[in-house]
């Protein structure tokens, strides 16, 4: 079995097409109502993007899809909590990437 990581939006998507919900898919959909920040296709091309473009393992760019850091300071922590190093030319670059979605 392979795990999937999933952005907030592709969840969303997913329990917004069920015709009904648990109490659990309901609070579910609540916090990704929230929380959501991109359109799950923009999620997906980002996240493909992210990973192709920079070689971060694929919960790493899900991570920074969801949320969508907009400073160095941002980006630096979510990479480094995933123990990912990028170069300045590549944190300047991602973070563009962010601030045009």
Same mark, same amino acid.
């Given at each position: 079995?392979?795990?999937?990581?999933?952005?907030?939006?592709?969840?969303?998507?997913?329990?917004?097409?069920?015709?009904?919900?648990?109490?659990?898919?309901?609070?579910?959909? /609540?916090?990704?109502?929230?929380? %959501? @920040?991109?359109?799950?296709?923009?999620?997906?091309? #980002? +996240?493909?993007?992210?990973?192709?473009?920079?070689?971060?393992?694929?919960?790493? /760019?899900?991570?920074?899809?969801? %949320? @969508?850091?907009?400073?160095?300071?941002?980006?630096? #922590? +979510?990479?480094?909590?995933?123990?990912?190093?990028?170069?300045?030319?590549?944190?300047?670059?991602?973070?563009?990437?962010?601030?045009?979605?």
């Amino acid at each position: 079995m392979r795990i999937r990581y999933r952005t907030i939006a592709e969840t969303y998507e997913i329990l917004h097409s069920k015709q009904s919900h648990s109490d659990p898919e309901k609070d579910s959909l /609540a916090y990704c109502e929230s929380f %959501l @920040k991109l359109k799950p296709e923009e999620a997906r091309k #980002a +996240v493909k993007y992210i990973q192709e473009e920079f070689r971060v393992p694929e919960k790493v /760019a899900v991570k920074l899809v969801d %949320l @969508k850091p907009v400073s160095r300071d941002e980006l630096v #922590a +979510v990479l480094s909590s995933y123990g990912v190093m990028l170069d300045e030319n590549n944190l300047s670059k991602m973070l563009d990437y962010f601030l045009g979605l």
